[in-house]
C-alpha cells in the first residue's frame, strides 16, 4: 500500500466495516459468477461492454469499502438519499443526492456512507472498451470521478432496472439486456448532465418549444420569440436547445424541413420545385443544395434511391 496516497490509508477499524454479516435491510446484491462472465466475454454483444454485477443499497448504515488496488472493474455509484464520502488517489468527494461516481479499474479507492445520514446508492460493475468512450460523453474527459444530475432526474436514468434483471438468472440473454439497460441509463445521464445547470421548468419549457417546431416547422420562427416564450434568455435557450437536439434551432428547423421534403420525394409524384416550395423554399437551387448537405445526395438521387 506503500503507493497509495495518505489519505487513503484508514484505520484496520474503518476497512472491516465492509464485513457486514448481513448486509442492509431491502438490499438487493447481484453478481455474476466468474465462470459465467469467462464463458460469455468474449460474445460480440458483450464485447463492448458487459454487466458484471449490480445492486441497491438502502440506508446503507455502517457501510464503507476500501479497494487499495481498486476493482478489477469499472463502478458507477448514484447517490439517491443520503449522504456520504467517496476518495480516490486525486480526490474526496462528498456525496449527496444526485451525485454520480465513476471508479475505473485498478484505482485505489474508498468510500463510506455519512455516520449520521446513511447514504441510499444504486450501483454497477461492468467492463468492456466502450467504457472510456462513455466516460468521455458523460464528463467530458475520461479523468473525472465525479458529476451530478438534478435529484428529480435520478429516475430517468432507471439504472435499478440492471439488478432487476440480473435477479432472473445469469443467461447470456439476461447478461445482454443488463448490459442494453446500462447503455441507456449511461445516455440518460449523459443528457441529464447537460441539462444539470437548468430548472426542470426551464427545461420543461424549452421540450414543449421544441414540439412545437416539430409540429409548425414551416413557419418562419424567430428565436427571441421562442426564448420570450420559454421565460429564458436567448443564450440560454439556445444551449439548452442544443443539449436537448444537437442543433441550434435554426439548424433543427432545417432538418425538419427536408426530412418532410425526403417523405414526399419518397412517397410521392410532385415536382422537386413543388416540393421545394411546400417545403418553404422558394428558390429550387438553395433546397436543392440544403438537402444535398443534410442527406449527402441531391432531391433527384435521393427519390431515385428511396424507390429502388
Same mark, same amino acid.
Given at each position: ?75 458507477? /455509484?448514484?447517490? !439517491? #438519499?443520503?449522504?456520504?464520502? *467517496? @476518495? ?7 456525496? +449527496? ?125 424567430? /428565436?427571441?420569440? !421562442? #426564448?420570450?416564450?420559454?421565460? *429564458? @434568455? ?7 436547445? +442544443? ?66
Amino acid at each position: 500500500m506503500d503507493n497509495i496516497p495518505k489519505k487513503l490509508h484508514y484505520p484496520p477499524m474503518k476497512i472491516a466495516h465492509a464485513k457486514r454479516p448481513h448486509g442492509f435491510p431491502g438490499q438487493r446484491m447481484v453478481m455474476v459468477p466468474l465462470p459465467t462472465l469467462k464463458r460469455i466475454e468474449h460474445h460480440p454483444l458483450l464485447k463492448g461492454s458487459m454487466v458484471t454485477g449490480a445492486g441497491f443499497f438502502p440506508n446503507a448504515e455502517g457501510h464503507s469499502i476500501a479497494r487499495p488496488k481498486g476493482a478489477a472493474s469499472h463502478l458507477l /455509484i448514484v447517490c !439517491l #438519499a443520503g449522504a456520504g464520502t *467517496v @476518495s480516490t488517489a486525486s480526490n474526496e468527494y462528498q456525496a +449527496k443526492p444526485g451525485s454520480i461516481f465513476w471508479l475505473s479499474p485498478d484505482t485505489p479507492h474508498y468510500y463510506e456512507a455519512s455516520v449520521n445520514e446513511p447514504w441510499s446508492i444504486l450501483w454497477v460493475h461492468f467492463t468492456g472498451e466502450e467504457a472510456h468512450a462513455w466516460r468521455n460523453l458523460v464528463f467530458d474527459t475520461d479523468q473525472s470521478d465525479a458529476c451530478n444530475v438534478p435529484v428529480d432526474q435520478i429516475g430517468s436514468l432507471a439504472l435499478d432496472r440492471i439488478h432487476n434483471i440480473l435477479e432472473n438468472g445469469y443467461s447470456l440473454l439476461n447478461v445482454v439486456d443488463a448490459t442494453s439497460a446500462l447503455r441507456f441509463s449511461l445516455g440518460m445521464l449523459a443528457r441529464n448532465k447537460l441539462q444539470s445547470g437548468a430548472t426542470p421548468s426551464a427545461r420543461l419549457r424549452v421540450s414543449s418549444s421544441i414540439e412545437k417546431l416539430r409540429s409548425d416547422w414551416s413557419h418562419l420562427h424567430r /428565436i427571441e420569440e !421562442l #426564448a420570450i416564450q420559454a421565460g *429564458v @434568455s436567448v443564450s440560454h435557450y439556445s444551449t439548452l436547445f +442544443k443539449n436537448e437536439t444537437g442543433f441550434s434551432p435554426i439548424d433543427f428547423l432545417i432538418r425538419q424541413r427536408i426530412q418532410h421534403a425526403a417523405r414526399l420525394l419518397a412517397t410521392t409524384q410532385e415536382s422537386i420545385a413543388s416540393v421545394s416550395a411546400s417545403t418553404g423554399y422558394e428558390e429550387p437551387y438553395y433546397f436543392s443544395r440544403s438537402f444535398r448537405k443534410i442527406m449527402g445526395c441531391s432531391p433527384r438521387a435521393y427519390r431515385t434511391q428511396s424507390r429502388s
